[in-house]
Nanobody, 122 residues
């Protein structure tokens, strides 16, 4: 079965950097769109950065020029490099991917990671 495993969150001072990783584990036929969302307490989950199914990267305006999304297809892993972090970046970050399982390659399912806490102190 398929699952997304996140890592890389933690506590960092403002201006610092973190790199989040999300690895798709299990029997996978293919992976389409893949990206990162975040949710702060009392707020809705919002898109941070993502690759579309066509491989184009998109970013929220608030993180553009500071965050970079990348992908390693050989490892079925997507990364989020976060530089110049600000206190307002504090949130739980969730990986999301559209995946076709090997058992049912004709169907696409949306998967979510378990979430990883990013805390930026001032």
């Amino acid at each position: 079965q398929v699952q997304l495993v996140e890592s890389g969150g933690g506590l960092v001072q403002a201006g610092g950097s973190l790199r989040l990783s999300c690895a798709a584990a299990g029997s996978i036929f293919s992976i389409g769109a893949m990206g990162w969302y975040r949710q702060a307490p009392g707020k809705q989950r919002e898109l941070v950065a993502a690759f579309t199914g066509g491989g184009r990267a998109t970013y929220a305006a608030s993180v553009k020029d500071r965050f970079t999304i990348s992908r390693d297809d050989a490892k079925n892993t997507v990364y989020l490099q976060m530089n110049s972090l600000k206190p307002e970046d504090t949130a739980v970050y969730y990986c999301n991917a559209e995946i076709r399982p090997l058992a049912t390659p004709e169907y696409t399912y949306a998967y979510w990671g378990q979430g990883t806490q990013v805390t930026v102190s001032s």
